[in-house]
Structure formats: structure tokens, C-alpha cells
């Protein structure tokens, strides 16, 4: 049996947590881009061909008109809100399993863990909700040529300016929807994996890099099997006109069904997964490389 590591400070979770996310931004912005331009494309008409048929003419369309610069645009939004929001995630997840907790050498059970990362979801949808609405609005902004925000900054002064707070948390809801669920099956196949992984008489905090890389991917293509269906329905809701869907879920969900299938709530699919794996990977690496450094510069912290 492996040994458990030594439990990790709320500190050193909340910072480790944000260079973590910082990681995944970088490694898997273009393929979000590329999803969001998938999620939000219009039906096209009968006998006319859609404006992307497919994640690599999506990829190879944008590329060919805006560069390797417009895979990344909208980037700033979630690189501002993403050091709070996995710092508050992993700091979410580290409370979450305190909580249940007896002492602090308690075994926690995978449904357990599970619980963990709801909470953790929970905590990071007040941060999100907002940098993913200016995302998504910027990254279909790039796609359509018509300019109306200058940048994350304009575009939140902009949605402020229009709706009040209420314009920039549109989509909460769904956010939620989304990430409970997914942020619990992170949680629980990373920590599943890592278990699997470790030699017996090991600690976790003796895993090899390619290990953690393996268990940090397997954890991002498992969190977004979850949250795919949800997600295509917030891209849908956020990036709508104001008053198109004046019930929200219910009436992005049953204008989707109706007019395109069951299978447009899979839309994105193929670049979500591409992202995944490596963007979580390098979410994980970062994460774990943080904390051991800080175990050795701030043994106390």
C-alpha cells in the first residue's frame, strides 16, 4: 500500500493552485477558442455549407485568417481571472475534504473525494462566470470581423455599462451546472489515478512527472466528458443577444433539440477532448511542482 503524503497547507494549495491554472491556459487556449467557434456557430441552411464542418477546418479557417494570434485571442480574460480562480479550486477541493475529515491522517472514500470537487466547482463559478462570458464574447467577436470591444477591460465596461453585475454573471447558473459535477470527477479520477500510480510504500509526492502528466490528463478528459452538454449551453446562452432566451436553460436547451439534435449538445467535442489532456496535464504538473518547491523554500507555510 502506498503511504499517504503529508497534507498540503490552504496557503501553499491556493497558490500552487494558480500556477496550475496559469499552465493550463497556456497549453490549451487554442483548442477553447476553437471549441467556442464550433459550440456557437448558427445552423446553416438547407443546402448551404456551415462555416466550419469540423474541428480541424475550424483550426485550419482561423489560422489561415487571423494567424496563431487569433487561436489565442480572448486569452487575457481567463489569464487575469485563472491564478484566483484554481487558486480558489484547489484551496475549494483541500477544504471540501477537510470538512470531512476526522483528523488529518483520514482516508477519504472516491464518492468523498467526489464531494470534494463539487465544493471546489462551487467556489470557482463566482470567479468564472464573469472572465468566461468576456471569453466567449471576444472569441466569437474574432470570428465574425464585426469589432464592438476593444479588449477584456472594454468588453466588461461595456456588459456593466448595459446590464449592471448582471450582464457579466449572465450564464451563472449553467456555469454551475457545469462545474459541480465536472469539477468532482476531476478531482476524484486524479486522485483514483495517483493511487493506481504510486508504488506500494511510496508517497504520491514521489510520482514521476510522466505519472502526473498521465493522471492530470486522464482527470481533464473525465471532468469534460461530464461537462460538455452544459457547457455548449452556456457558450450558446452567454454569447446570445440580450432577452433571446428570456427562461434561460430551458429555452437554449429545447430551441438546440428542435433545430439541430441531440448531438449538438456535443458540439465541440473533438477539440475539447484534443485540449483536455494536455491542457490538465500541465494544470496537474504545475500544481504539484509548486508545492514541492514551496515544501522546500516555506517548509512553515
Not at 107 to 124: D, E, K, R
Not at 158 to 175: F, K, V
Amino acid at each position: 500500500m502506498s503511504k499517504q503524503p503529508e497534507p498540503v497547507s490552504q496557503m501553499k494549495s491556493l497558490i500552487a493552485g494558480g500556477v496550475g491554472g496559469m499552465c493550463l491556459v497556456f497549453v490549451g487556449h487554442p483548442l477553447d477558442t476553437i471549441k467556442v467557434l464550433l459550440q456557437t456557430q448558427p445552423k446553416p441552411k438547407p443546402g448551404v455549407t456551415p462555416i466550419y464542418t469540423g474541428t480541424f477546418d475550424c483550426f485550419r479557417k482561423t489560422l489561415a485568417k487571423e494567424g496563431t494570434k487569433g487561436l489565442y485571442k480572448g486569452m487575457a480574460a481567463p489569464i487575469i481571472g485563472v491564478t484566483p480562480m484554481y487558486a480558489v479550486c484547489f484551496l475549494g477541493f483541500g477544504l471540501g475534504k477537510k470538512l470531512q475529515q476526522k483528523g488529518p491522517d483520514d482516508i477519504l472514500t472516491y464518492p468523498q473525494l467526489f464531494y470534494a470537487g463539487t465544493l471546489s466547482g462551487v467556489f470557482t463559478t463566482a470567479i468564472m462566470a464573469p472572465g468566461e462570458r468576456i471569453k466567449c464574447l471576444l472569441q466569437i467577436q474574432a470570428a465574425s470581423g464585426e469589432v464592438k470591444y476593444a479588449g477584456p477591460m472594454d468588453c466588461a465596461k461595456q456588459l456593466y455599462r448595459e446590464s449592471g453585475i448582471r450582464g457579466l454573471y449572465r450564464g451563472t447558473a449553467l456555469t454551475l451546472m457545469r462545474d459541480m459535477p465536472a469539477s468532482g470527477m476531476y478531482f476524484m479520477t486524479y486522485e483514483w489515478l495517483k493511487n493506481i500510480l504510486t508504488p506500494a510504500g511510496r508517497s504520491h509526492n514521489e510520482l514521476s512527472v510522466p505519472s502526473i502528466l498521465f493522471a492530470g490528463g486522464m482527470a481533464g478528459i473525465a471532468n469534460w466528458a461530464v461537462a460538455i452538454p452544459p457547457d455548449v449551453l452556456k457558450s450558446r446562452f452567454q454569447t446570445a443577444p440580450e432577452g433571446m432566451y428570456p427562461n434561460g436553460l430551458r429555452d437554449v436547451l429545447r430551441e438546440l433539440i428542435r433545430e439541430e439534435g441531440m448531438a449538438s449538445l456535443y458540439k465541440g467535442f473533438t477539440a475539447v477532448m484534443l485540449r483536455a489532456f494536455p491542457a490538465n496535464a500541465a494544470c496537474f504538473l504545475g500544481f504539484e511542482v509548486a508545492v514541492r518547491f514551496l515544501n522546500w523554500a516555506t517548509p512553515n507555510l
